[in-house]
């Protein structure tokens, strides 16, 4: 063999190498994308998470982004109870500790937002609810989530502070379903998220200062048996990064403190 073909037959093994090497590169710059990646959250980040949801899968072709809302509290035990998800969004820290401390966490929940209690009434509010003593008064009825739901727990919290005592004609499941009494018109009011009331037509907030005391975090994490761990990371650090932020934020959520 001439020396200038021993050239070319190095040169063609230099350019496979380099090929193959090539290729290997972009399979690690594709890490975390592909497949279904499951998320369990929090009713009240319906809106947010489904457009969060459609964003990813846009900037991460081949994924696909199932999104199952509840209560926090239902979710958190079909998690424990072997329910297949990768990641996991609570509207409060007990919520969420009910899975760190059945170990079916993936390291430590990091806080995403924070959000606050508002009185949701009807547009043109024509209780003139001004407060949450007022949802006291004779024939105002009023929807609150259940205790062991976190606006639930909230709302106990933010009615002690004001010393205010009242049966709720109705305890629901979850914020969305508080919300829905008011819209149907089989309620005067509910205490619900601020940014429920946001996103839902024909519905006015009433602020009131003791939603101050009754601040939920919302803490988010990959769960331990993640059949998609690569992606339940990627799609954590996409709902943290700015942008997502700016989405939460838009729909009336709060950055955590650390941001």
Do not use: W
């Amino acid at each position: 063999m001439t020396v200038r073909r021993i050239r070319a037959a190095l040169a063609g093994v230099t350019a496979l190498a380099l090929s193959l090497t090539g290729c290997g590169a972009g399979d690690e710059s594709t890490a975390g994308t592909g497949g279904t990646v499951t998320v369990f959250a929090a009713a009240s980040l319906t809106e947010t998470f489904t457009k969060l949801g459609r964003d990813f899968e846009a900037a991460h072709p081949g994924t696909r982004v199932v999104l199952n809302f509840a209560g926090s509290s239902a979710l958190a035990t079909q998690i424990t109870q072997g329910a297949p998800a990768d990641v996991f969004a609570a509207a409060s820290p007990a919520t969420m500790k009910t899975v760190t401390d059945a170990g079916d966490a993936a390291g430590a929940p990091a806080v995403l937002v924070r959000n606050q209690l508002v009185i949701a009434v009807p547009e043109g509010n024509p209780d003139r609810v001004g407060g949450l003593p007022d949802l006291a008064r004779p024939g105002v009825k009023v929807a609150l989530c259940a205790e062991q739901v976190p606006c639930g727990a909230a709302a106990r919290t933010a009615l002690d502070a004001a010393g205010v005592q009242l049966t709720p004609a109705t305890l629901e499941q979850d914020v969305k379903g508080a919300l829905a009494k008011v819209k149907l018109g089989e309620v005067d009011a509910a205490l619900v998220y601020r940014t429920d009331v946001r996103a839902a037509a024909g519905l006015a907030a009433v602020e009131f200062p003791e939603s101050a005391r009754a601040v939920n975090d919302y803490p988010i994490v990959v769960l331990k048996h993640a059949g998609n761990p690569d992606g339940a990371r990627a799609f954590v650090d996409h709902v943290r990064s700015d942008a997502g932020l700016a989405v939460l934020t838009a729909a009336g959520f709060q950055a955590p403190p650390s941001r």
